[in-house]
């Protein structure tokens, strides 16, 4: 693997990051099943880099699932995110971050579906006027949050307290990056470091400390695609597709996967479970999963927020091993304490994914 | 009329031609931008079909250049004036020409293969192109290519930067067919002991002898052909490459590791040629290659008399054609010349 | 004196052989079906026997059939096998004469001129001749010898007596054979030294010989004549013991193939007691070796029946050798023995494939035919010659006959590639499906023009319709009348494709045929002889190279006389010369069809039309 | 193991590293002329046992190339052997020796 070959694509595919005054909308799954993240998220921009972060709680679905479930029709989804841009308008703000991937991915197809297809914003505009009475600015910066954060990602690593290295041999962490496919397999031009050989999240890893590693099945989809997984007919499709990546990455040995998806992080973390109970199969050291972490939770990991804080109890493979090797410090007493300290109990463990393993 | 003939281009078209036309008495003044005649002959090994060493036929385009030509290098060319039929051409050092009648042979560029960023080129250690297997060849380098290699599978992929969309190009590069069926042969002397595998979307044997060399690097040497083009190689640990690939002919994507992959880069037109031609005010296609007068009648002159083109400026061509489109070009230059000839001529042209 | 110690190897030698042959013949006729047995029974008390003894005495003793192949090679065989024949026979009657007594030691009259030497006058001695029969055994002696000369000529000079290969034969072949050299040497060495020493007792040959040796070598004396006594029952001894082992068992058991056949036994689709007597009936005397033309043209040479079936014996059949050969007939055509050669190999590649399981499943079951009288069948190659086809449906529709063609569209294969691979088991389904449409049309005659499928429907089908080739077919009508033919003069060549030809024995139909249309040349190797095109469905593994070798070569053959047309009767051999033929190469039926006046307005489609309006003439046509 | 109501998928995809090359490699030393097929189809498309089922000699030997020999037996076995195949074959290739050659060498490695 030559770096510098890629250097030399990642100076092609440099993308515009605003670095203030965000409007930022929501995922609608993220807060089920990664509830820290998004929190995390307004943490680091508000209070660690003194950031103006506008929400709006009115603010609806994109409706993509529906959409690429093929049950919303386009026309309706356009002013559904015409509506997002009207309330980002009414806000006085221009720069659009996304917490989606496949919010990102529309929003970006919607505008480039206006820029071809004129007539089709105006019909839109109406549709939006005689609906809801709001009209919009199209946004000056569209850029997800996993953008964002790469964008500081040196300032976070000036703050943090904690690198991706193993404390105790100081080699760095091997980490996977998996990019959630709507992010720029689309649009590479939108993505950091193009479609090919996204740099978002290997920009992170670099800059916290990691080692990123490179496997033959990178580029392929964690099984998500929405109608292979909600048609449980068509779930052995899903599943199958993250084996396909994880049986790709294991003789890598990686400490972690990281991930900017809402999807991503769910089925590569929820499918170990899947795959360990169906065939006993388990693809970290020792009977032990490989943890899938959102960019926003090893954010907070290297500010040195608590990882209960962060949410990571609620991962399928247990965090403490790779927690152990970073040397961040956590209570394994707390780990199923709510937030005022009530008991949440236990969960029964696995069959055979080692669900709660020796912590130093 | 009785000026020399400027030649813009010391490749194997514009050589050709100088030596065509001096050999009729004309004075030539032959322009080379780098410090050595040959083009692209300086960095093939061995041609296909024959084999033959590119050096031999250089020594023979080197014979024609008599005193009758006066060959100046490392010319960068800076400006072209046309004083109705005059040539005026200026090089970047201050030099200047005058000639009665211009010839670019400006030929072509390789395709930079880093544009199929799925490739891998230029970020995998082992995902070289035909180009640099030649130089290999030349150099009798390939020990150096082939060291370390276990089970020495080779994968050689046709079409890279040819009938190509996403990097804008949809013409054939013609020789890249043929070219890959040379170097797997040749690889295969080499290391009998290896597998082969060319991925193609046609087989493209247009010339006599092509499909000779295809039947005999499948009878002879054992080399394997699967139909699909491959979407995406990837590295693994061992800097092996993954390859993807559609078997097209079982209709099942298919998956295989391969020590090294050759890509068979096509042609482009040098930016050389698109400056000049931007300068002169040729039209060129939408392939970005030159478009002549008349493809039947009057296959080197241009839109503005006076001014020829010759060889792989006009397009994807092979060596041996390259000869024969320069004594053309020199044939239609001369008659140009001859004024009467000229005019003749340019009545006979069917357009 | 009647006994001698140097008389064991050879009395000893005898009773082995003597015992394994009854032992052999025994298990043998054993091993035959009970309807072979019950024939074998029959032929014993019936006139057959004396037609199986007349055959034994022209082709085992005089090798008539040799003779016809090379005289050299047939003489030397004949005074081998006649001349040994007679020694023991006369000297058998010598001994008795002699002794009075009608049984003697089996030994005795071998070596009689050991135990008498006197001046003895027998009584009674034919014409009461003084020593005639030691003149007679003598002559007998030099007349085997004289065989024995041109047997080691052969050796070196294997041209002269028709060979090109020769076989390379095993150890114990050679070994037998160098015994089989000795004994005849030996005989005269002993008795003449034994006539030398005593100075009587010899013939005209033995006498002198003798006499000049103890003139040369007055030493020579009894004990050296004893030495060769030894010597001559050594080398008889031996071989004796090594023939079970040898080819030499072809002399024993080929008398009982003759019986065989006389009896009516034929060949078995299995491997029986008559395909074990075959295979050790096999003289291994090569001839097949330059029949085959996987030798002369294809240059391997080690394929071949008599190196096949030496495998066979040895039970160590190698599927290379069983696979390589296109069951073209010739060897079997050619062998002196008469072995079926091809149905041994096919027996032999059935013991490959046996778990090879075919599945036609998807064959349509019922299917409708029309009725018919007249059932036509292209077969798979003819739908590849489409003009043969077309050709047939010119002359039956002339011909105003009511036919319906079975496999208009594609055919099921008749089976018989899969038979020739040894693959008859899987090839029943194909003909039971075959055998439904055919009876389900209802028709009388059943004609193909794949000479392949009509050996299968003539061997496996059992159809009680009448089955013909078309050529057959065609002659038919035109000797009734039913087509108008012409002829224009153009001289063709005629290919016999195997099946047809060695296969079911047509050879005559085609030409006669032929000689109404146009003016038949000779061509060198035709008939039973005729070469196969190369094409056969019966080989295997030969490379393209070596099948188109064979293919010219034959092309040679047929086009020596310069023919304007080369013609054949099979699609197959049609396709396989038209790869390699400058000449047009033509089926038979074409040419038929193109003698014939167009038929509504269509005139015929090629060449040979165009050319037939300026030459043609009618011929006179008996009807 | 527990049953979720749905299986992982098996891939379509040819994985021709794990593939059996052996079938292959021994089917090619036994006729090699199969090397220079240009996979035209005129063998399939002239087949007298294609015309009544789906078999595609083509296919077989392209299968065969890539290792897939799971299936080929049950493919295999719906060949007439008429050897029309041949004949059309523009590269001569000894197809008949492709189907005896198959059924032997998947006979030794029991598939």
Request: charged content about 20%; some cysteine; proline content about 4%.
């Given at each position: 693997?030559?770096?510098?070959?890629?250097?030399?694509?990642?100076?092609?595919?440099?993308?515009?990051?605003?670095?203030d005054?965000f409007?930022?909308v929501?995922?609608c799954?993220r807060?089920?099943?990664?509830?820290?993240s998004?929190?995390?998220?307004?943490r680091?921009?508000?209070d660690?880099?003194?950031?103006d972060?506008?929400?709006?709680a009115?603010?609806?679905?994109?409706?993509?699932?529906g959409y690429h479930s093929d049950?919303?029709?386009?026309?309706?989804?356009?002013t559904?995110?015409?509506r997002?841009?009207?309330l980002?308008t009414?806000?006085g703000?221009e720069?659009?971050?996304?917490s989606?991937i496949?919010?990102?991915?529309?929003?970006?197809?919607?505008?480039?579906?206006?820029?071809?297809?004129?007539?089709?914003?105006?019909?839109v505009r109406?549709?939006l006027?005689?609906?809801?009475?709001?009209?919009?600015?199209k946004p000056?910066?569209?850029?997800h949050a996993?953008?964002?954060i790469?964008?500081?990602r040196?300032?976070?690593?000036?703050r943090?307290?904690?690198?991706?290295?193993?404390h105790?041999?100081?080699?760095?962490?091997?980490?996977?990056?998996?990019?959630?496919?709507h992010?720029?397999?689309m649009?590479p031009?939108?993505?950091?470091?193009?479609?090919e050989y996204?740099?978002?999240?290997?920009?992170?890893?670099?800059?916290w400390?990691?080692?990123?590693i490179?496997?033959p099945?990178r580029r392929?989809?964690c099984?998500?695609g929405?109608?292979?997984y909600l048609v449980?007919?068509n779930?052995g499709?899903?599943?199958a597709?993250?084996?396909k990546?994880f049986?790709s990455?294991?003789?890598?040995?990686?400490?972690?996967?990281?991930?900017?998806c809402?999807g991503?992080?769910?089925?590569?973390?929820?499918?170990?479970?899947?795959?360990?109970?169906m065939?006993?199969?388990?693809y970290?050291?020792?009977?032990q999963g490989?943890?899938?972490?959102?960019?926003?939770e090893?954010?907070?990991?290297v500010l040195?927020?608590?990882?209960w804080?962060?949410?990571l109890?609620?991962?399928?493979?247990?965090?403490?091993p790779?927690l152990?090797?970073?040397g961040v410090?956590?209570?394994?007493g707390?780990k199923?304490k709510?937030a005022?300290?009530?008991?949440?109990?236990?969960p029964?463990?696995?069959?055979?994914?080692n669900?709660?393993?020796?912590t130093? | 009329?009785?000026?020399?003939?400027?030649?813009?281009?010391?490749?194997?078209?514009?050589?050709?031609?100088a030596?065509?036309?001096?050999?009729?008495?004309?004075e030539v003044?032959?322009?080379?931008k780098?410090g050595q005649l040959?083009?692209?002959?300086?960095?093939?090994d061995?041609l296909?079909?024959?084999?033959?060493?590119?050096?031999e036929?250089?020594r023979?385009?080197?014979?024609g250049?008599?005193?009758?030509?006066?060959?100046?290098?490392?010319?960068?060319?800076?400006g072209?004036?046309?004083?109705?039929g005059v040539?005026?051409?200026?090089?970047?050092?201050?030099r200047?020409?005058?000639g009665s009648?211009?010839?670019?042979s400006?030929?072509?560029?390789?395709?930079?293969a880093?544009?199929k960023?799925?490739?891998?080129?230029?970020?995998y250690?082992?995902?070289?192109?035909?180009?640099?297997?030649?130089e290999?060849?030349?150099?009798?380098?390939?020990?150096n290519l082939?060291?370390?290699?276990?089970?020495k599978?080779?994968?050689?992929v046709?079409?890279?930067?040819?009938?190509d969309?996403?990097?804008?190009?949809?013409y054939?590069?013609k020789v890249c067919?043929?070219?890959g069926?040379?170097?797997?042969i040749?690889?295969?002397?080499l290391?009998?002991?290896?597998?082969i595998?060319?991925?193609y979307?046609d087989?493209?044997?247009?010339?006599r002898?092509?499909e000779?060399?295809?039947y005999e690097a499948q009878?002879?040497?054992?080399?394997h052909?699967?139909r699909?083009r491959m979407?995406?190689a990837?590295?693994?640990?061992?800097?092996?490459?993954?390859?993807?690939?559609?078997?097209?002919l079982?209709?099942?994507?298919?998956?295989?590791?391969?020590?090294?992959?050759?890509?068979?880069v096509?042609?482009?037109p040098?930016?050389?040629?698109a400056?000049?031609?931007?300068m002169?005010?040729?039209?060129s296609g939408?392939?970005?290659?030159?478009?002549?007068?008349d493809?039947?009648?009057?296959?080197?002159?241009?839109?503005?008399?006076g001014?020829f083109i010759?060889?792989a400026?006009?397009g994807?061509?092979?060596i041996?054609?390259?000869?024969?489109?320069?004594?053309?070009?020199?044939l239609?230059?001369l008659?140009?010349?001859d004024?009467?000839?000229?005019k003749w001529?340019n009545?006979e042209t069917v357009? | 004196?009647?006994?001698?110690?140097?008389?064991l190897?050879?009395?000893l030698?005898?009773?082995?052989?003597?015992?394994y042959?009854?032992?052999?013949f025994?298990k043998w006729?054993?091993?035959?079906?009970?309807?072979?047995?019950?024939?074998?029974?029959?032929?014993?008390r019936?006139?057959?026997?004396?037609a199986?003894l007349?055959e034994?005495?022209f082709?085992?003793?005089l090798?008539?059939?040799?003779?016809?192949?090379?005289?050299?090679?047939?003489?030397?065989?004949?005074?081998?096998?006649?001349?040994?024949?007679?020694?023991?026979?006369v000297?058998?009657?010598?001994?008795?004469?002699?002794?009075?007594?009608?049984?003697?030691?089996?030994?005795?009259?071998?070596?009689?001129?050991?135990?008498?030497?006197?001046?003895?006058v027998?009584?009674?001695e034919?014409f009461?001749?003084?020593?005639?029969?030691?003149?007679?055994?003598d002559?007998?002696?030099?007349f085997t010898?004289s065989?024995?000369v041109l047997?080691?000529?052969?050796?070196s000079?294997?041209r002269w007596?028709?060979?090109r290969?020769t076989?390379?034969?095993?150890?114990?072949?050679?070994?037998?054979?160098?015994c089989l050299w000795?004994i005849?040497p030996m005989?005269?060495?002993a008795e003449?030294f034994?006539a030398?020493a005593?100075?009587?007792g010899g013939?005209?040959?033995?006498?002198?010989?003798?006499?000049?040796?103890a003139?040369?070598?007055?030493?020579?004396?009894?004990?050296?004549?004893?030495?060769?006594?030894?010597?001559?029952?050594?080398?008889l001894?031996?071989?004796?013991?090594?023939l079970?082992?040898s080819?030499?068992?072809?002399?024993?058991?080929?008398?009982?193939?003759?019986?065989?056949?006389?009896?009516?036994?034929?060949?078995k689709?299995e491997?029986?007691?008559?395909?074990e007597?075959?295979?050790?009936?096999?003289?291994?005397?090569?001839?097949?070796i330059?029949?085959c033309?996987?030798s002369?043209s294809?240059?391997?040479?080690?394929?071949q029946?008599?190196?096949?079936?030496?495998?066979?014996?040895?039970?160590?059949?190698?599927?290379d050798?069983?696979?390589?050969?296109?069951?073209?007939?010739r060897?079997?055509?050619a062998c002196?023995v008469?072995?079926?050669t091809?149905?041994?190999?096919?027996?032999q590649r059935k013991?490959?494939?046996?778990?090879?399981?075919?599945?036609?499943s998807?064959l349509?079951k019922a299917?409708q035919?029309?009725?018919?009288e007249?059932?036509?069948?292209?077969?798979c190659?003819?739908?590849?010659t489409?003009?043969?086809?077309?050709?047939?449906?010119?002359?039956?529709?002339?011909?105003?006959?009511d036919?319906?063609?079975?496999d208009?569209?594609?055919?099921i294969c008749?089976g018989?590639p899969?038979v020739l691979?040894?693959?008859?088991?899987?090839?029943?389904?194909?003909?039971?499906a075959?055998i439904?449409?055919?009876m389900?049309?209802?028709a009388?005659t059943l004609?193909?023009?794949?000479?392949i499928?009509?050996?299968?429907f003539k061997?496996?089908?059992?159809?009680?319709l009448?089955?013909?080739h078309?050529?057959?077919?065609?002659?038919?009508i035109?000797k009734?009348?039913?087509?108008?033919i012409?002829?224009?003069?153009?001289?063709?060549?005629?290919h016999?494709?195997c099946?047809l030809?060695r296969?079911c024995?047509?050879?005559q139909?085609?030409?006669?045929?032929l000689r109404k249309?146009?003016?038949?040349?000779?061509?060198?190797?035709?008939?039973?002889e005729a070469?196969?095109?190369?094409?056969?469905?019966?080989?295997?593994?030969?490379s393209?190279v070596?099948k188109?070798?064979i293919t010219k070569?034959?092309l040679?053959?047929?086009l020596?006389d310069?023919?304007?047309i080369?013609?054949t009767a099979?699609?197959?051999?049609k396709?396989?010369?038209?790869?390699?033929?400058?000449?047009?190469?033509?089926?038979?039926?074409?040419?038929v069809?193109?003698?014939?006046?167009?038929?509504?307005g269509?005139t015929?489609?090629n060449?040979?039309?165009?050319?037939k309006?300026?030459?043609?003439r009618?011929?006179?046509?008996?009807i | 193991?527990?049953d979720?109501g749905y299986?992982?998928?098996?891939?379509?995809?040819i994985?021709?590293?794990?593939?059996?090359?052996?079938?292959m490699?021994?089917v090619?030393?036994?006729?090699p002329?199969l090397?220079?097929?240009?996979?035209c189809?005129s063998?399939?498309a002239t087949?007298?046992?294609?015309?009544?089922?789906?078999?595609n000699i083509?296919r077989?030997?392209?299968?065969l190339?890539r290792?897939?020999?799971?299936?080929l037996?049950?493919?295999i076995?719906?060949c007439?052997?008429?050897g029309?195949?041949?004949?059309?074959?523009p590269?001569?290739v000894?197809l008949?020796?492709?189907?005896?050659a198959?059924?032997?060498?998947l006979e030794?490695?029991?598939?």
């Amino acid at each position: 693997m030559k770096i510098e070959g890629k250097q030399m694509i990642w100076k092609e595919y440099q993308k515009e990051i605003a670095s203030d005054n965000f409007f930022y909308v929501r995922s609608c799954v993220r807060q089920n099943f990664f509830p820290g993240s998004e929190k995390t998220f307004l943490r680091i921009m508000r209070d660690e880099l003194q950031k103006d972060v506008f929400e709006n709680a009115s603010h609806t679905t994109c409706s993509g699932i529906g959409y690429h479930s093929d049950i919303v029709p386009i026309e309706t989804t356009m002013t559904m995110i015409a509506r997002q841009f009207a309330l980002m308008t009414e806000a006085g703000k221009e720069n659009f971050t996304t917490s989606c991937i496949t919010s990102f991915g529309l929003y970006n197809e919607v505008l480039e579906t206006w820029h071809h297809f004129p007539d089709v914003e105006e019909r839109v505009r109406q549709n939006l006027l005689k609906a809801t009475g709001r009209s919009f600015n199209k946004p000056k910066n569209i850029s997800h949050a996993s953008d964002v954060i790469f964008h500081f990602r040196k300032e976070i690593a000036d703050r943090g307290k904690f690198t991706l290295t193993d404390h105790r041999t100081g080699k760095p962490l091997r980490v996977v990056e998996h990019i959630g496919c709507h992010y720029s397999k689309m649009f590479p031009s939108k993505g950091v470091g193009g479609a090919e050989y996204p740099y978002v999240l290997a920009g992170m890893i670099e800059d916290w400390g990691g080692e990123v590693i490179d496997y033959p099945e990178r580029r392929h989809c964690c099984g998500f695609g929405f109608r292979q997984y909600l048609v449980k007919a068509n779930r052995g499709y899903s599943i199958a597709c993250s084996k396909k990546k994880f049986e790709s990455m294991e003789s890598y040995s990686p400490d972690m996967i990281l991930t900017n998806c809402p999807g991503c992080p769910m089925f590569l973390d929820r499918w170990q479970y899947a795959i360990s109970e169906m065939e006993g199969k388990t693809y970290g050291g020792n009977g032990q999963g490989i943890p899938v972490l959102t960019y926003e939770e090893l954010a907070g990991l290297v500010l040195g927020y608590n990882p209960w804080d962060l949410g990571l109890q609620v991962h399928q493979v247990p965090v403490e091993p790779l927690l152990d090797k970073m040397g961040v410090p956590y209570d394994p007493g707390m780990k199923f304490k709510g937030a005022n300290g009530e008991d949440l109990g236990m969960p029964e463990a696995p069959s055979y994914l080692n669900f709660y393993p020796e912590t130093a | 009329m009785n000026k020399p003939v400027v030649i813009i281009g010391g490749g194997i078209a514009g050589m050709e031609a100088a030596a065509c036309i001096s050999a009729k008495g004309r004075e030539v003044i032959l322009l080379e931008k780098t410090g050595q005649l040959g083009g692209h002959l300086l960095q093939w090994d061995r041609l296909f079909p024959t084999r033959r060493k590119s050096s031999e036929v250089l020594r023979h385009l080197e014979k024609g250049m008599n005193d009758g030509i006066s060959v100046h290098l490392e010319a960068e060319i800076s400006g072209i004036e046309n004083n109705n039929g005059v040539f005026i051409v200026k090089l970047s050092d201050g030099r200047e020409f005058e000639g009665s009648a211009l010839l670019l042979s400006t030929g072509y560029s390789v395709f930079d293969a880093r544009k199929k960023e799925e490739y891998g080129y230029g970020i995998y250690d082992n995902v070289i192109t035909s180009a640099e297997l030649e130089e290999f060849f030349r150099n009798n380098r390939q020990e150096n290519l082939l060291k370390g290699i276990k089970s020495k599978r080779i994968g050689i992929v046709h079409c890279v930067g040819s009938r190509d969309e996403k990097v804008g190009n949809l013409y054939c590069s013609k020789v890249c067919c043929i070219t890959g069926v040379k170097q797997a042969i040749e690889i295969k002397e080499l290391l009998p002991e290896s597998e082969i595998y060319c991925f193609y979307m046609d087989l493209r044997m247009f010339d006599r002898h092509f499909e000779e060399m295809y039947y005999e690097a499948q009878q002879k040497w054992g080399i394997h052909f699967i139909r699909g083009r491959m979407s995406e190689a990837a590295e693994n640990a061992d800097h092996t490459l993954v390859v993807k690939v559609e078997d097209t002919l079982t209709g099942l994507p298919l998956k295989m590791t391969v020590d090294i992959l050759i890509l068979l880069v096509g042609f482009i037109p040098s930016p050389e040629t698109a400056r000049l031609a931007g300068m002169l005010g040729i039209d060129s296609g939408e392939d970005g290659f030159l478009i002549v007068e008349d493809e039947h009648f009057a296959s080197n002159s241009t839109s503005i008399p006076g001014v020829f083109i010759s060889g792989a400026v006009k397009g994807p061509v092979c060596i041996e054609h390259t000869i024969t489109d320069a004594r053309a070009a020199a044939l239609q230059v001369l008659s140009y010349l001859d004024s009467e000839i000229a005019k003749w001529r340019n009545s006979e042209t069917v357009k | 004196m009647t006994f001698n110690f140097f008389v064991l190897p050879f009395f000893l030698g005898l009773i082995f052989v003597v015992f394994y042959i009854i032992k052999s013949f025994a298990k043998w006729i054993g091993d035959l079906d009970d309807e072979d047995k019950t024939k074998f029974r029959n032929g014993l008390r019936s006139p057959k026997l004396f037609a199986a003894l007349s055959e034994i005495f022209f082709e085992c003793l005089l090798h008539r059939r040799m003779f016809r192949k090379n005289a050299l090679l047939g003489y030397m065989h004949m005074s081998f096998a006649f001349g040994w024949f007679m020694l023991i026979l006369v000297g058998n009657m010598e001994s008795r004469i002699y002794s009075g007594l009608w049984v003697n030691p089996p030994y005795y009259p071998i070596f009689l001129k050991f135990f008498i030497h006197d001046k003895h006058v027998l009584p009674f001695e034919i014409f009461s001749v003084p020593g005639f029969f030691r003149f007679f055994m003598d002559l007998l002696l030099l007349f085997t010898l004289s065989g024995l000369v041109l047997a080691i000529l052969k050796r070196s000079r294997s041209r002269w007596f028709g060979f090109r290969h020769t076989t390379k034969h095993q150890l114990t072949d050679r070994v037998a054979m160098f015994c089989l050299w000795m004994i005849f040497p030996m005989r005269l060495f002993a008795e003449s030294f034994t006539a030398g020493a005593y100075g009587y007792g010899g013939g005209f040959a033995t006498q002198h010989f003798g006499n000049l040796i103890a003139f040369l070598w007055p030493l020579s004396d009894k004990m050296i004549a004893y030495a060769f006594w030894w010597l001559y029952s050594l080398s008889l001894g031996i071989f004796f013991v090594t023939l079970p082992y040898s080819r030499y068992m072809h002399i024993p058991t080929e008398v009982l193939l003759v019986v065989f056949r006389n009896f009516g036994i034929t060949p078995k689709k299995e491997y029986s007691g008559y395909s074990e007597v075959e295979v050790f009936s096999c003289s291994r005397c090569g001839v097949c070796i330059d029949t085959c033309q996987i030798s002369s043209s294809a240059g391997i040479h080690t394929i071949q029946p008599v190196y096949f079936i030496q495998s066979i014996r040895d039970q160590q059949v190698k599927p290379d050798i069983a696979m390589q050969c296109m069951v073209c007939g010739r060897c079997l055509d050619a062998c002196p023995v008469g072995i079926n050669t091809d149905s041994l190999r096919i027996m032999q590649r059935k013991t490959f494939f046996r778990d090879h399981i075919s599945d036609y499943s998807y064959l349509p079951k019922a299917v409708q035919i029309p009725k018919t009288e007249v059932l036509y069948f292209g077969g798979c190659m003819s739908h590849l010659t489409p003009s043969i086809i077309v050709a047939m449906k010119k002359i039956l529709a002339t011909a105003g006959i009511d036919y319906r063609m079975l496999d208009e569209d594609g055919s099921i294969c008749c089976g018989r590639p899969l038979v020739l691979a040894g693959k008859e088991e899987q090839a029943k389904t194909l003909m039971k499906a075959n055998i439904e449409r055919i009876m389900a049309s209802g028709a009388t005659t059943l004609v193909t023009s794949c000479p392949i499928c009509l050996r299968v429907f003539k061997e496996d089908y059992q159809l009680d319709l009448k089955v013909m080739h078309h050529t057959q077919y065609i002659l038919e009508i035109v000797k009734k009348g039913m087509i108008p033919i012409q002829s224009y003069f153009k001289r063709v060549a005629y290919h016999d494709p195997c099946e047809l030809g060695r296969g079911c024995g047509i050879y005559q139909e085609p030409r006669e045929l032929l000689r109404k249309v146009a003016d038949l040349v000779n061509v060198e190797k035709e008939n039973n002889e005729a070469f196969c095109c190369g094409g056969s469905l019966g080989l295997l593994p030969l490379s393209g190279v070596q099948k188109d070798q064979i293919t010219k070569d034959n092309l040679k053959n047929l086009l020596a006389d310069q023919p304007e047309i080369l013609v054949t009767a099979c699609p197959l051999c049609k396709k396989t010369f038209a790869k390699h033929s400058e000449t047009e190469v033509r089926d038979i039926a074409e040419l038929v069809a193109n003698s014939l006046p167009a038929i509504n307005g269509k005139t015929g489609n090629n060449s040979l039309q165009r050319q037939k309006d300026s030459t043609f003439r009618m011929k006179a046509i008996s009807i | 193991m527990k049953d979720f109501g749905y299986s992982i998928n098996k891939d379509k995809q040819i994985d021709f590293d794990d593939n059996n090359k052996e079938v292959m490699n021994k089917v090619l030393r036994m006729e090699p002329s199969l090397q220079v097929c240009i996979a035209c189809g005129s063998c399939t498309a002239t087949c007298s046992a294609g015309q009544f089922t789906g078999f595609n000699i083509r296919r077989v030997h392209t299968f065969l190339r890539r290792g897939e020999v799971r299936f080929l037996k049950k493919e295999i076995m719906k060949c007439m052997f008429c050897g029309k195949c041949q004949l059309v074959c523009p590269r001569g290739v000894n197809l008949r020796n492709l189907i005896l050659a198959l059924h032997n060498s998947l006979e030794i490695n029991g598939l």
